[in-house]
């Protein structure tokens, strides 16, 4: 985290959850897994993050459950702590030892704690058996074990190939709960049983094979009868032990599986996979839940974009997708499946991919450009609009256009005017053209609206680099290399050329508000250029290396991001930045993007007014989505995360979430009228500063504590109410005067008859029981009689 003033870059959703095995509670209702600088705590059930377990300083490297308690949880970092955890009630408990990974399964706590101060560097592999009598790891082509009785290890190696090729590289092991049995996975796909390891020379092992490729994972279940395992193939397999030709599939998971979790109970398994997925499986025989985080490949071919409609992130997804990635929830919404094609997974096969997509002002359009290069053959393309269906909540193919240019697509944007009323889009390419699309009404070939090119232009045989609207949509500024056109969309005019020192235009951008009338460009020669649209002259130019150039549409900020990952936040009409920082993240900034926000903040602070309409996140070239939060609003949402409380027993519905709002409502109606009639407990007790100020190898003995708080409890009766106390003991006294009375005035009126049949007296209980009875109103029972 980068801190400067009241400003905090902080990460913001987005980091992995697949980077180490996940891990499941002892009753199978939460789950655990590393995530970037903390740890989340999912529903197996709702899908929901129930906890956000923050602390950490660095990259959070391992998590496992406490052997000695089944609620509590150890993770360990990069920043040389282990912490462990309340995790149910997402509660730090302390601080200890130093350690860079965590990877056992459950054992005895002296071996846990053995581990611990053992683990001072990063194993490739390393897991031990439930009894702890050995530890075994893996690197390369060796398997070491490790016994803790003789403090002797035996080290066995592989050959790096065999006769027929394939490669015996360690990749993944698993020890057997409860026989003498090391499962290892390796790279040419096979899993080998190693058994008698206790000897050096008397070992044996057999093989399993299915896998065509690597093999990420091997795990044996709690009762050790069944061995799971996964690779590339997105298939979760399980064997059965010492029956290994029986084995049963669940396919089609969607991603390569890199991780394998089973629950203590054995009722659930996880499954980790390559697209930064968790998936949540019942005994091997169907998917029970998903959870999706942002998905990270290699490189974002498109541009960080908001959708208008659900304000959420939207970029490259898993292979030929666009995802929708909620900010708020740091939850994937959906994805949309651009190509349409069968994605195969196999090494230096070129495939169709998403290269460029943008979006209309209102959100009812959505652009997308998809191409695939193919050895010795020519570059294939595909312009796709997509209509927004109110029935489906998504995108639905209207228009595809194959081949719209000769050549890659350079740039790509909508006509941003929100009242316009008409719909354009412009895409530029190499082939030294840009073309106008414009939505067209009904046409007797078609059904509907649908797109059409309706302008093709060129200046001098110039290949255009970018493009982009005025706020308005009265002018379409586009590059030329080293020159920049100014075009009128309503006649496809060409209003003026501009200027400026040499170098290829890499970034165009149109001021806003007030500051509409300039146009703003970065240049390959480390330049930034402003030009007044009014005059048509260069107003101002600075020398930076500007890698990023973007501006906030709801104010005249803009923000340039530098090469060395440096940022200015700026207005064009003035000379003193409104923000400024050399080095906001390690590496380079590769995208950025303005998100509204639903509230507008109120910050006094004048360096942070720039954040008040719209939130700025950037993506680093580590793919780590990033933020810059004020301190007051990091401080609100801390507080407001702690008063989150999800019932992971219900599913998340907005019917649940009307309930939980009529039932929060209750409850706190319920607080108010239990508080107002609930007596104030003593403040500044002696017991209670005792027990919680006084250090425990100092205090007194448990019993002469527990009297004295005991005693600290007992509320002292107040003048009022000695006084109703003396008055209801005087009209006590008052009534059994009276029933006395009435007593020897019937006993007198009494005859022999009486003095025969005598009725046993009354207690004074009993007595005063009556006489409530004879006050009580009883017409409801007449006139339900009389009805």
Not at 498 to 515: E, K, N, T, V, Y
């Amino acid at each position: 985290m980068v801190e400067h003033g009241d400003i905090r870059v902080v990460h913001r959703g987005g980091s992995k959850i697949n980077f180490r095995e996940p891990v499941l509670s002892h009753d199978s209702r939460l789950l655990l897994c590393a995530s970037g600088e903390c740890v989340k705590v999912f529903s197996s059930s709702t899908e929901e993050c129930v906890h956000d377990l923050q602390g950490h300083t660095d990259l959070v490297t391992g998590v496992l459950l406490n052997p000695s308690n089944h609620l509590q949880a150890y993770s360990c970092s990069a920043d040389g702590t282990v912490r462990l955890w309340d995790f149910t009630d997402g509660i730090l408990i302390k601080v200890q030892l130093h350690c860079h990974h965590v990877s056992v399964q459950p054992l005895s706590v002296s071996v846990f704690v053995y581990l611990l101060m053992c683990m001072c560097v990063t194993l490739t592999r390393l897991l031990s058996s439930s009894q702890g009598e050995y530890i075994a790891s893996a690197k390369g082509l060796h398997l070491e074990v490790y016994f803790f009785k003789k403090q002797k290890s035996y080290r066995f190696s592989l050959k790096e190939d065999n006769k027929k090729g394939a490669k015996n590289t360690f990749t993944c092991l698993s020890c057997h709960p409860k026989d003498d049995c090391i499962a290892t996975g390796h790279e040419d796909g096979k899993i080998r049983l190693w058994r008698n390891f206790n000897h050096k020379r008397e070992y044996t092992y057999s093989t399993l094979h299915w896998h065509h490729s690597a093999v990420s994972s091997v795990r044996f279940t709690p009762e050790g009868t069944n061995l799971l395992s996964g690779g590339v193939e997105s298939v979760l397999v399980q064997w059965r032990y010492n029956q290994e030709t029986q084995k049963d599939f669940l396919p089609r998971l969607g991603a390569a599986i890199t991780h394998i979790a089973v629950s203590p109970d054995g009722e659930l398994f996880c499954t980790a996979h390559s697209d930064n997925k968790l998936t949540v499986i019942q005994s091997c025989v169907k998917v029970s839940a998903v959870i999706q985080g942002l998905v990270k490949g290699e490189s974002v071919r498109t541009d960080l974009m908001v959708d208008p409609r659900s304000k959420a992130l939207v970029l490259n997804g898993k292979p030929g997708h666009l995802q929708f990635y909620s900010l708020q929830r740091d939850k994937q919404l959906y994805n949309l499946d651009i190509v349409q094609q069968e994605y195969i997974h196999e090494s230096g096969l070129q495939q169709f991919e998403v290269v460029k997509a943008a979006f209309d002002t209102r959100g009812n359009w959505l652009a997308t450009v998809e191409e695939r290069k193919q050895k010795d053959s020519t570059l294939e393309l595909n312009l796709k609009l997509w209509a927004y269906d109110e029935q489906t909540q998504s995108f639905v193919l209207n228009t595809t256009v194959s081949g719209p240019h000769e050549a890659r697509i350079t740039a790509m944007c909508f006509c941003h005017t929100a009242d316009s009323q008409t719909t354009m889009l412009v895409s530029a390419s190499q082939d030294g053209h840009f073309k106008a699309w414009q939505l067209e009404s009904n046409h007797y070939f078609y059904e509907g609206p649908f797109w059409s090119c309706d302008f093709v232009g060129a200046y001098h045989s110039l290949v255009p680099e970018c493009c982009c609207f005025s706020a308005d949509g009265s002018l379409l500024a586009i590059s030329f290399q080293e020159v920049v056109t100014v075009w009128s969309p309503a006649s496809w005019e060409l209003l003026t050329t501009l200027s400026q020192p040499p170098g290829a235009i890499r970034d165009l951008c149109f001021g806003r508000q007030s500051c509409s009338k300039y146009l703003l460009g970065t240049t390959a020669k480390n330049l930034l250029c402003c030009w007044n649209l009014l005059t048509c002259t260069l107003e101002w130019s600075t020398s930076m290396d500007v890698s990023l150039l973007l501006s906030d549409p709801l104010s005249e900020n803009m923000a340039a991001f530098c090469s060395h990952a440096g940022l200015f936040v700026f207005k064009p009409s003035e000379p003193r930045p409104l923000f400024s920082h050399k080095a906001i993240c390690s590496g380079k900034v590769t995208r950025a993007v303005f998100a509204p926000r639903e509230e507008m903040l109120e910050s006094c602070e004048e360096s942070s007014q720039w954040l008040n309409r719209s939130q700025l996140y950037f993506l680093t070239q580590y793919m780590d989505l990033m933020t810059f939060i004020t301190k007051a609003e990091e401080d609100r949402l801390m507080a407001s995360s702690k008063r989150l409380v999800i019932d992971d027993s219900v599913a998340v519905t907005p019917f649940y979430l009307l309930l939980g709002k009529h039932r929060q409502q209750q409850q706190e109606k319920q607080d108010r009228s239990f508080s107002a009639e609930r007596n104030q407990l003593p403040q500044g007790s002696v017991a209670i500063k005792e027990l919680l100020h006084t250090p425990a190898h100092v205090l007194p003995s448990a019993s002469f504590l527990c009297s004295m708080f005991v005693r600290s409890l007992l509320i002292s009766v107040t003048d009022k109410e000695k006084k109703s106390e003396e008055e209801e003991m005087e009209s006590d006294k008052e009534e059994e005067s009276e029933c006395e009375m009435e007593a020897s005035t019937m006993g007198q009126g009494q005859t022999a008859e009486a003095q025969e049949t005598a009725a046993p007296a009354l207690t004074k209980a009993q007595a005063r029981e009556l006489r409530r009875v004879k006050k009580l109103d009883h017409s409801w029972l007449s006139s339900l009689l009389d009805s």
